[in-house]
């Protein structure tokens, strides 16, 4: 079709084509075999663009990248994944400064620019997108995905095509070697929302409690706004742009807000057995006896699907078996042991948040302790910080304010533990 439009539009101008492989005809005949050319052309490009995307899907399946070059830290060896230490150790550090020390990625690039860390290609200067590619890539916790996206017309600008997700479903998981924990993945993941919410850009002045209070109608955030010189707190569903159901809560009095929230988070810290109290009453039943022996079991069957792969191995050399049925028992232990792997990782991070809920009561004591002593003599900055540590989240519901605070654990025993503090009343004036 876009030959014979092209041939058109250039016999309009009184261009004349002329063709290497063959002579352009008048008559009817040669233009029905000219068209007849072009047909069998099409056919032919879509068929081999059938076919390279068939051949690339069935490599990926088989545990190997299709094409294009290896995440930051790899290197591809036969199609397959293999650490490279001295980009490895790099992507560490970035994860290290993310998740425990709560860097930016702008502070992350400042800093690996002034050390002179050299990029993949060489280059002296790390960009902030490249940074934020590396934090969400998630094949550096052994899972590498194909077939991810797809072209599609754009929803802003008018004849123009863009690469979106596809569904998750239709994702084809590639197994790599891992190179960090998961917890610390997920705990970067968490520092990025947190940056990414408390950004000097995305406020005009600074507020205590951005970013932890949350709607008790609707569940979306309350946002911050000075009106007249006065600080009010809004469901940020009354804005109209989240959904079109609009909130009817009331616009909260910042200043009377944020002196409640803090008189009662200090006075809180300043008696540690309250807190204790209010966990020991929540009753959480974790099964971790339950849990352990699942894992357990997940992870027999893991080395079980092993010696029968290497039994298959032996079986073959021996021409017990050939290669046709080799392959299909291949294939399917390869796909047991990705749905036992995906087990295996889903029941760690039961475990690991069960885990967390054992805290106890001296601890949470020394955490306290650990404190300023001088919580009524602090500045806005401390004030601020300190609330980031120990709030998790705040819902206000009408005139009810819930606290949800956080007891901080070190990060390689257990996820931060979270516990509802003693609900307080906020009194509208």
């Not at 539009?9 to 261009?15: A, F, G, I, R």
Request: aromatic share 6%; with cysteine; hydrophobic share 35%.
């Amino acid at each position: 079709m876009h030959l014979m439009v092209l041939v058109d539009e250039l016999e309009k101008e009184s261009v004349q084509l002329n063709f290497v492989t063959q002579s352009m005809g008048q008559t009817p005949e040669d233009r029905m075999l000219f068209g007849m050319k072009g047909l069998f052309a099409e056919y032919e490009r879509t068929k081999l663009l059938e076919r390279t995307m068939r051949g690339k899907l069935r490599k990926a399946k088989e545990g190997k990248q299709p094409g294009g070059k290896a995440p930051y830290g790899y290197r591809l060896v036969d199609g397959k994944h293999e650490i490279y230490e001295p980009e490895a150790e790099i992507v560490r550090m970035i994860f290290d400064w993310l998740a425990k020390e709560g860097m930016s990625l702008r502070a992350i690039q400042l800093r690996l620019n002034r050390l002179g860390v050299p990029t993949r290609s060489g280059k002296q200067w790390w960009q902030r997108a490249t940074l934020y590619r590396t934090v969400r890539e998630e094949a550096y916790i052994g899972n590498w995905y194909y077939n991810k996206r797809m072209v599609a017309p754009a929803r802003s600008k008018k004849n123009t095509m863009v690469q979106i997700l596809k569904p998750k479903e239709q994702w084809i998981l590639v197994l790599v070697p891992p190179i960090i924990s998961k917890e610390i993945f997920e705990a970067a993941q968490r520092q990025l929302t947190k940056n990414a919410e408390l950004c000097p850009r995305n406020t005009r002045r600074e507020y205590l409690l951005t970013g932890l209070l949350f709607c008790g109608k609707c569940g979306f955030r309350l946002n911050a706004r000075t009106i007249r010189n006065k600080i009010y707190y809004c469901c940020n569903s009354k804005l109209g742009t989240v959904t079109p159901n609009t909130c009817d809560s009331r616009y909260v009095p910042g200043s009377d807000l944020e002196a409640l929230v803090w008189d009662t988070v200090s006075g809180l810290l300043a008696q540690p057995d309250l807190i204790v109290d209010q966990m020991k009453k929540r009753d959480i039943h974790t099964g971790l006896a339950h849990m352990e022996a699942n894992l357990e079991r997940v992870c027999r069957a893991l080395e079980k699907r092993a010696l029968e792969a290497d039994r298959m191995l032996e079986a073959y050399k021996v021409s017990a078996i050939d290669l046709d049925t080799l392959k299909q028992k291949m294939d399917e232990m390869r796909r047991e042991r990705t749905k036992l792997s995906e087990e295996k990782l889903r029941l760690k991070e039961e475990l690991r948040k069960a885990q967390a809920e054992q805290l106890d009561g001296e601890k949470v004591c020394q955490f306290c302790h650990s404190l300023p002593a001088t919580l009524a003599n602090l500045n806005f900055k401390d004030k601020k910080q300190i609330l980031r540590e120990v709030v998790d989240r705040i819902v206000v519901d009408g005139n009810e304010l819930t606290i949800y605070g956080v007891i901080p654990t070190p990060v390689e025993e257990a996820e931060d533990a979270s516990v509802a503090l003693p609900s307080s009343k906020l009194l509208f004036k």
